[in-house]
């Protein structure tokens, strides 16, 4: 089982910042997902930027959500 989610930032450009229950810390690029389905609120970076932790993963207030092992796999170790 890869690491999970214990804190979440939203950035700029649908980046999110992430640290993970092995203390590494991860960016990743939502902008994939922007404007497609349970996605498609996300458009909105006020709306984009109440994301939060939840049950190790990252979720938005209308339930959208990310696999926690995506996030981890396909985001980008942080200098």
């Not at 970076?45 to 092992?69: I, R």
């Amino acid at each position: 089982m890869n690491p999970r989610v214990v804190s979440v930032k939203a950035e700029n450009d649908h980046i999110l910042l992430l640290e993970f229950t092995n203390g590494e810390r991860k960016r990743f690029d939502v902008s994939p997902y922007i404007g497609k389905g349970v996605f498609m609120p996300l458009v909105d970076a006020a709306f984009f930027s109440n994301v939060k932790v939840v049950l190790g993963t990252v979720q938005w207030p209308n339930g959208a959500d990310l696999c926690p092992d995506t996030l981890y796999l396909d985001s980008v170790i942080m200098n």
